[in-house]
């Protein structure tokens, strides 16, 4: 399980993160919404050792994370996956993949019944393992680094904006995909700016507002939970 207590952490003088609390348990989604600006990727940044918090503290299953590098906490267990392409441009697409099992210690089989899986979902990485990974679309690129970190079978995943760049037509695949990634025992956190696609697929949800945790309730209650939120807001903002 990965816990988050009181996370505290920004760029230089300037604050994003004012005291973030959450806990991601094993087989279950987490959905982090918020508007632009709100700190979500700080708080994934932070998380995976990118960024050094000022105060706080991670926990995978018990064990501290907070302030070490991120290969470390890579290698203990947690994986970051950026909006974005970060997977190695200049790869083949079997060769990103295949970069996902070192974390493994080069288990071959577990790499070839990885990637069976990983075919078997997305068929366009089987169709462009030989290509190099600057050669596919934004999207396609999104994939590939789902299936590089598919591939290390990580404890805990974090994935920024995985609807980013990718085509309306390839959300609902990759966010199956990661439901039953969650449901094999993974603990998943989403960060998605518009909740209402993987919210369906989440089983919690928190909304993250000035780097602070205003809402955390079960994914189904979200949406009354914002309305009442909105309604509250507006009846103190006609009071005053
Ligand atoms: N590298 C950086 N240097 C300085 N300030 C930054 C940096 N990255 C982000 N910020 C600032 O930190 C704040 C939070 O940004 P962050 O990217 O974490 O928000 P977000 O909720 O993920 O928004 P978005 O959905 O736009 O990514 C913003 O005010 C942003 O301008």
Redesign the pocket.
């Known amino acids: 399980m990965l816990e988050v207590r009181g996370l505290m952490a920004g760029?230089?003088d300037?604050p994003?993160l004012r005291g973030i609390s959450l806990h991601a348990k094993p087989g279950e989604i987490l959905l982090i919404g918020?508007?632009?600006?709100?700190?979500?990727?700080?708080?994934m940044r932070a998380i995976a050792g990118f960024i050094k918090p000022s105060q706080g503290s991670v926990l995978l299953d018990g064990q501290p994370l907070t302030g070490l590098p991120p290969e470390k906490v890579a290698q203990s267990g947690l994986r970051l996956v950026l909006d974005g392409h970060r997977v190695f441009p200049e790869l083949t697409v079997y060769d990103n993949l295949r970069m996902g099992v070192a974390a493994r210690r080069g288990d071959r089989a577990g790499l070839a019944r990885s990637l069976e899986e990983i075919y078997a979902v997305f068929p366009i990485l089987k169709e462009k393992a030989k290509a190099r990974a600057h050669d596919l679309s934004g999207g396609q690129q999104q994939i590939l680094a789902l299936g590089q970190a598919f591939v290390a079978q990580p404890r805990v995943l974090l994935c920024d904006?995985p609807s980013l760049g990718v085509a309306q037509a390839l959300l609902p695949p990759i966010l199956s995909f990661l439901r039953r990634w969650a449901e094999g025992g993974t603990a998943v956190v989403i960060?998605d700016?518009h909740v209402k696609i993987s919210l369906p697929y989440a089983d919690r949800a928190m909304i993250?507002q000035r780097g602070e945790v205003v809402l955390d309730c079960p994914a189904g209650e979200l949406d009354q939970r914002l309305s009442d939120m909105h309604e509250a807001r507006q009846s103190a903002y006609a009071e005053s």
């Open positions: 760029y230089g300037i994003v918020g508007e632009n600006g709100a700190g979500k990727s700080t708080l904006e960060v700016q993250v």
